[in-house]
């Protein structure tokens, strides 16, 4: 009995690494086209929602927001009434066409409602931010978002990043910084478009916060980046009878744009 | 640790406080190693402008100039405190194009695009053109035969007496919109913001401070 303790105490870890459901991580997704706003001509913001796996870009269905919030100048504006649901294959997602038509930085925030995971057998709400500059007014970025339960809160211009640039963030819990916690980060390809890893633990790639709650990381290319500052709550939801943990997402979308050449001036 | 502590929080809060009010465009605050910004949108019979650094750092004094989209002068002014100027409606259809030069080289350019633009010539507004004369609309009574005779010129001259109407008994309720808009005292969220700007860069001070010494390694895993 003695030899098989130590035994049982690898074998615990190790169905960890071994759970196919942990290589590649949930993600809440809010993605605007364009990621600025910088001509009249395109200030429509089309505006992607959807819970997924975006390197492997595979699907989850998404049921309707809990809440999806727009900040701008101070305000804040509930848009959830307005989304319209796109199925992508057989998952749901929602989209929305946002007209911005003031300078400023325009905050989205989607809080989803509670959904269980059963092979992590817990909760997973991802509280998803994405920012997006208008007409070059981008104040404000550095600035908790009033009211929201956990996020990542930029100290690096959010809008203005090209691939490989170190980005760095704090991570906010209850508007507390979270020291040793850890961000879990993926590419999202493109539309139809799936990444490829040398290994299935290359898909998220994890970095933790130091002891001021920052995290730093550099993309390596181009596209949409997402963050996600994982923490557990300090309360438990009922499923099927039973209390079970919740896990909660403040996760970040970040465009890196791809840094071209110079090219003669004049 | 605190040799470097202090002066940098001094320097932090220094410039936090000054920074605001010793802006102007020839001698421009930090952000105006930013690029510099104008926005423009149609209001009834103008083009009102906005020209900024950042929305704290407006451009103030700086020549703005609304051209044709080949590049005609149409009108020019220079913006108040503000960073605002607004431009009498040219006679001109289609999109306009706002520059506004701040100084040192710094010019900034937005395109006003026709499918945003609600504002019509202000000079086809004059008090002296025919009214609809709503008067004699009602003594014609239920008995007048057909729609009143309403030829473009008075439907557009009528829209414009409404726009001008509308506009005036709107200017204080505008006005102190803008001023709530533009209340330049501190607001929790700015201290919060700002408190949180301060300990972010400790932050990475101590961070920068705590890698330079072999730590021990944390407790937990």
Redesign the interface.
């Known amino acids: 009995m003695r030899s098989v303790r130590p035994l049982l105490a690898l074998f615990f870890p190790l169905c960890l690494f071994l759970s196919p459901a942990l290589a590649q991580a949930h993600f809440g997704v809010v993605i605007p086209t364009p990621p600025t706003v910088m ?3 395109d ?1 429509t913001v089309n505006l992607e929602i959807e819970f997924w796996h975006p390197f492997a870009n595979q699907g989850m269905s998404l049921p309707r927001p809990l809440s999806f919030a727009v900040y701008h ?2 305000e804040k504006n509930e848009l959830v009434e307005s989304l319209e649901e796109k199925k992508v294959g057989e998952f749901t997602t929602w989209r929305l066409a946002y007209k911005v ?4 930085l325009y905050t989205f925030v989607m809080a989803p409602h509670p959904y269980f995971e059963p092979a992590e057998d817990s909760f997973i709400i991802h509280f998803t931010k994405v920012y997006v500059d208008a ?6 970025w ?3 978002t ?1 009211g929201l339960k956990t996020e990542i ?1 930029p ?1 690096s211009a959010p809008g203005a990043l090209y691939a490989g640039n170190v980005f ?1 963030g ?1 991570v906010l819990l209850d508007g507390q ?1 979270v020291p ?1 916690g850890e961000v879990e980060i993926e590419w999202r390809p493109g539309p139809d478009k799936k990444g490829q890893a040398p290994y299935e633990s290359m898909i998220t790639q994890v970095v933790k916060t ?5 995290f730093n990381f550099a993309p390596t290319a181009p596209g949409w980046w997402g963050f996600a500052g994982l923490n557990a709550a300090d309360f438990k939801l009922p499923h099927e009878g039973l209390e079970k943990d919740v896990e909660l997402g403040a996760v970040l979308w970040v465009y890196f744009h791809e840094f071209r050449p110079a090219v003669d001036a004049k | 640790m605190p040799r470097l502590f202090f002066p940098l929080l001094l320097a932090l809060l220094t410039f936090g406080a000054l920074a605001p009010k010793a802006f102007s465009p020839l001698a421009p605050g930090s952000a105006s190693a930013h ?1 510099v ?1 104008v ?1 423009a ?1 149609s209001a009834s019979d103008q083009i009102c402008s ?1 020209s ?1 650094f ?3 750092n407006r451009v103030q004094g700086g020549r703005v100039s609304l051209l044709s989209p080949n590049g005609t002068l149409l009108e020019s002014g220079v913006t108040d405190g503000e960073g605002t100027f607004c431009f009498k409606s040219p006679d001109v259809a289609g999109d306009l194009i706002v520059a506004v030069e701040a100084g040192e080289g710094h010019r ?1 350019e ?4 026709a ?2 633009r609600s504002d019509s010539p202000s000079a086809s507004f004059s008090p002296a053109s025919p009214s609809p004369a709503p008067a004699e609309t009602v003594e014609a009574g239920p008995a007048a035969a057909g729609p009143p005779a309403f030829s473009p010129q008075d439907a557009r001259a009528l829209q414009n007496f409404i726009r001008a109407e509308l506009r005036d008994q709107l200017k204080p309720i505008v006005r102190a919109l803008a001023e709530a ?1 533009n209340d330049q005292s501190p ?1 929790l ?1 700015n201290v ?2 700002g408190l ?2 301060i ?2 860069l400790l ?2 001070i ?2 920068r401070l ?1 890698r330079r010494r072999p730590s021990p390694p ?1 407790s ?1 895993d």
């Open positions: 001509d009249q001509a200030s100048s101070g038509d003031r300078p400023g007409f070059g007014d981008n104040e404000g550095s600035e908790p009033p809160v100290l760095t704090k910084p040793g130091d002891e001021n709650g920052n | 690029a910004y926005f949108y906005e900024y950042s929305r704290k900034g937005f395109i006003l695009r499918s945003e808009e607001t969220r919060v913001g949180g700007w300990a972010g932050g990475l101590f961070w705590g944390p937990r």
